[in-house]
């Protein structure tokens, strides 16, 4: 069993500009918005990356978003409910980007799955 890294960081934000400036000025973390596939600002932060994702329903104040990097996110979500963890959201596909999944831990924590798109050598 490999020790895998936490790979992407989300931190909900009420105002992702408002965010991304106060880490800036605070921690010295670049940032960057993209409008597709959805509104969202993207932070580099020492080696993790992140994001900032506006509030809703799936992102609260505090519920910060760790993404874990599997190979297979498929055979990772039967290992999370045969430990007695629970699939929050199935795997789905960022465009582009990659594929993840959420899920929780046996005490209700919410985490992710993350796995790349294979970029072809060139």
């Keep these: 069993m490999a020790n895998r890294s936490i790979i992407h960081l989300e931190i909900p934000a009420a105002n992702r500009k408002v965010s991304a400036e106060f ?14 596939p959805m509104p969202y600002t993207t932070f580099k932060a020492g080696n993790l990356g992140g ?20 190979e297979d996110i498929d055979t990772d ?28 831990d046996p005490t209700g924590n919410r985490m992710a799955l ?4 294979m970029q072809p050598a060139g």
């Design 51 to 70: 994001g900032f994702p506006e509030l809703s329903d799936m992102y609260k104040p505090g519920d910060i978003l760790p993404y874990v990097e599997s």
């Design 114 to 117: 993350f796995t790349p798109n």
């Design 23 to 36: 880490y800036d000025r605070l921690f010295g973390w670049s940032f960057q918005d993209m409008a597709d």
């Design 77 to 104: 979500l039967r290992q999370v409910e045969r430990l007695g963890g629970k699939l929050l959201a199935p795997k789905m596909e960022i465009p582009g980007v990659g594929w993840f999944a959420l899920f929780s």
